[in-house]
């Protein structure tokens, strides 16, 4: 089972940038899946997460109006469009799965802990 983040980089201020994170050796397709961030010294935080089908997203409150996570299920990906980026924003971004919807699918999953499968990382870095 394998997660493969990609899309970071260096943008100004302002920009966007869009992550992938592709999944491979099962389907991720029935379950939660998620983006994190890990700032240098600091936590892993939760950042966005999509129900199942995409049908309900969730994020944190300082990526609220500016990202956006979405999911193609037939390709078992997920993405996070991030717009209007700060330099706040620089981090390495994690994207994470569940094994299944252990508190349902309707529930919104914003701890580490509760995600199952993690993607290496991609570095995000935005100057001022």
């Known amino acids: 089972v394998q997660l493969q983040a990609s899309g970071g980089g260096l943008v100004q201020a302002g920009g966007s940038l869009r992550l992938s994170c592709a999944a491979s050796g099962r389907t991720f397709s029935t379950a939660a899946m998620g983006w994190f961030r890990q700032a240098p010294g600091k936590e892993r935080d939760f950042v966005a997460g999509s129900t199942w089908n995409g049908g309900s997203t969730y994020y944190a409150d300082s990526v609220k109006g500016r990202f956006t996570i979405s999911r193609d299920n037939a390709k078992n990906t997920v993405f996070l469009q991030m717009n209007s980026l700060k330099p706040e924003d620089t981090a390495v971004y994690y994207c994470?799965?569940?094994?299944?919807?252990?508190?349902?699918?309707?529930?919104?999953?914003?701890?580490?802990?509760?995600?199952?499968?993690w993607g290496q990382g991609t570095q995000v870095t935005v100057s001022s």
């Open positions: 994470a799965a569940l094994k299944s919807d252990r508190y349902g699918s309707s529930y919104y999953y914003t701890a580490r802990y509760e995600y199952d499968y």
